[in-house]
């Protein structure tokens, strides 16, 4: 029950710092970049965060809360996050011209382009921050989220105030996000041994089946909170 507590504690203590780091982040950036700048990202980084959302497709979920053991799938989870994210950059990168067209703005296409090495990275962080969320460890995933977090504010600030303008946010988000995966890597006690273990196709897809609930209240969740985004 103590290491339970603990790590809620961690964990909303870190949320609470992060929120800090972010409302101050925002407040300086309202005053280097011009509204339209904002806009602009926001169009920019809504279909990456969509297709974000194909990632892990409710494998990061079922990770944490399966009774069985973490390892028993995670080398598989890892090996088929990572070929999804391979996808979705594929996907993104060559549908930027369409999305652009869509938002009217062609200035769009290098910067969806820019943002789709993202999902690589995420779908490389999904199953290690699967793991520190199933074995309790909010210290370490907070302080390597505030950390990166912070990146992300000193570069986009940084760039901003030199008069890189949206580049400047799209910078510190791919900065935020590859540092995010790094540490990861770094920090969690467990790896993937692709190469050890074999490539089954039977337990690919058994693992599919049972993360395809998970998705759907996920990508129900997203759809709910951004219908008016779209």
Not at 26 to 54: C, E, Q, R, W, Y
Not at 123 to 129: A, G, L, Q, V
Not at 136 to 151: M, Y
């Amino acid at each position: 029950i103590s290491k339970l507590a603990h790590s809620h504690f961690s964990k909303y203590s870190f949320k609470f710092i992060m929120y800090g780091i972010n409302a101050l982040s925002k407040l300086f950036i309202a005053h280097l970049l011009f509204p339209a700048d904002l806009g602009l990202f926001s169009m920019v980084i809504l279909p990456i965060n969509f297709l974000t959302l194909f990632i892990g497709l409710g494998v990061d979920y079922f990770l944490i809360t399966s009774q069985e053991k973490f390892e028993k799938n995670a080398n598989h989870a890892f090996l088929f996050t990572s070929i999804i994210g391979i996808i979705l950059f594929t996907l993104s990168f060559l549908s930027a011209p369409a999305v652009a067209s869509f938002f009217n703005n062609n200035s769009m296409i290098a910067m969806i382009r820019f943002m789709s090495i993202i999902l690589v990275f995420d779908s490389i962080s999904i199953i290690f921050m699967s793991f520190f969320v199933r074995e309790l460890h909010f210290s370490t995933k907070g302080i390597v989220e505030t950390v990166t977090l912070l990146s992300n504010s000193i570069v986009s600030i940084t760039l901003a105030f030199f008069g890189y303008g949206i580049w400047s946010l799209l910078w510190g988000y791919a900065v935020q996000h590859f540092l995010l995966m790094l540490c990861y890597i770094l920090f969690c006690p467990w790896k993937p041994h692709i190469i050890s273990s074999t490539f089954d196709k039977k337990s690919i897809f058994a693992l599919f089946s049972k993360t395809t609930p998970f998705f759907s209240g996920t990508f129900l969740a997203w759809f709910v909170t951004n219908v008016d985004n779209i």
